[in-house]
């Protein structure tokens, strides 16, 4: 089973929660429709991976997300992630009215920085992509059409969320395609203060 860092710790998700379509932005930058409802579907264990690959069967795109830790009946901790997704095969899929799981779930599919403690989750909390130093990727909990308590509540009426579980809640407009070689920086902020970073090279 694979780990993930909290607070130097080991942490060995049993899954990972995704939910998708949770920024405006990003479904209009995708021509999609806004949800009835909250979209959610999972990764394996087996997603969670240490190096960002730009390739796997096809062109891989990046999607950066705030993460949340589960334990004891809450969110306790966060990172910042990338959802790596193939674009190509999910809008197949899409159009056919089939799963995603074969364009999200795959190894090495779901990147994380360390998690670091949190006691609270209010608006203001942030998470910025960099790429090659240029700004891709900026939201706020603010900007989420489903907050992380309402994503948890919703999660929580169908299914049974283990302590070291993983939730990605969405990622905000301007995901895009992986270039080999391109350096990707990512971080979680509240107001002025930096909680995590992480820098992945794509091969």
């Known amino acids: 089973m694979r780990s993930v860092k909290l607070d130097n710790n080991d942490i060995t998700p049993s899954k990972i929660v995704c939910v998708g379509r949770n920024y405006a932005n990003h479904i209009s930058e995708l021509g999609n429709e806004i949800p009835d409802n909250m979209v959610i ?9 240490h190096q960002l690959r730009s390739y796997h069967q096809e062109t891989l795109h990046y999607e950066a997300e705030l993460c949340f830790i589960y334990q004891k009946g809450r969110f306790s901790a966060v990172a910042i992630g990338l959802d790596l997704t193939k674009r190509a095969l999910q809008s197949n899929l899409k159009a056919k009215g089939l799963p995603w799981e074969r364009a999200k779930a795959f190894t090495d599919s779901a990147l994380f920085s360390d998690f670091v403690s949190l006691d609270t989750i209010d608006d203001e ?3 910025a992509l960099l790429v090659n130093g240029e700004t891709r990727q900026a939201g706020t909990v603010a900007m989420m059409l489903h907050s992380p308590q309402a994503i948890l509540k919703e999660i929580q009426s169908f299914i049974e969320l283990e302590d070291g579980d993983i939730v990605m809640t969405g990622t905000p407009a301007g995901v895009g395609e992986i270039v080999t070689g391109d350096i990707f920086a990512g971080q979680v902020r509240t107001r002025e203060h930096v909680l995590v ?7």
Not at 197 to 203: F, L, N, P, R, Y
């Open 197 to 203: 970073s992480k820098q992945w090279q794509a091969i």
């Open 125 to 127: 909390l942030a998470l």
């Open 41 to 49: 579907f999972l990764k394996p264990n087996s997603a969670i991976g």
